[in-house]
């Protein structure tokens, strides 16, 4: 059984950091592309930032560009992301997913894209 598990959201302040977890198990995780989405309310799930099998290729949307960054230890199952200079519109539930994909390449930004998915982290920032 496949399980994606988030860990490392709260409620931080304007500026502040925060660091994500995604713990992968039941799959042999290096064959994954891997990406964060997040969702905020009343908004529709967003493509944060994508990584590839082995993490030397990213994608992030423009918005976090420079604040925002993606890794992953293949002998951990586990993929981060550092958040830095936090800002009120990054508060949402963040969510990472996972591709199963033969190359070396990022998967694609829609959510039809990733075969698994986390139960999301909540991630509030406030001003």
């Known amino acids: 059984q496949v399980q994606l598990v988030e860990s490392g959201g709260g409620l931080v302040q304007a500026g502040d950091s925060l660091r994500l977890s995604c713990a992968a198990s039941g799959l042999i995780f290096s064959r994954y592309a891997m990406a964060w989405f997040r969702q905020a309310p009343g908004k529709e799930r967003e493509c944060v930032v994508r990584?590839?099998?082995?993490?030397?290729?990213?994608d992030y949307v423009d918005s976090v560009k420079g604040r925002f960054t993606i890794s992953r230890e293949n002998t951990k199952n586990t993929v981060y992301l550092q958040m830095n200079s936090l800002k009120p519109e990054d508060t949402a539930v963040y969510y990472c997913a996972a591709d199963q994909v033969r190359r070396e390449v990022i998967s694609g930004r829609t959510a039809a894209s990733y075969d698994y998915w986390g139960q999301g982290a909540q991630v509030t920032v406030s001003s």
């Open positions: 990584i590839n099998l082995i993490g030397d290729t990213t």
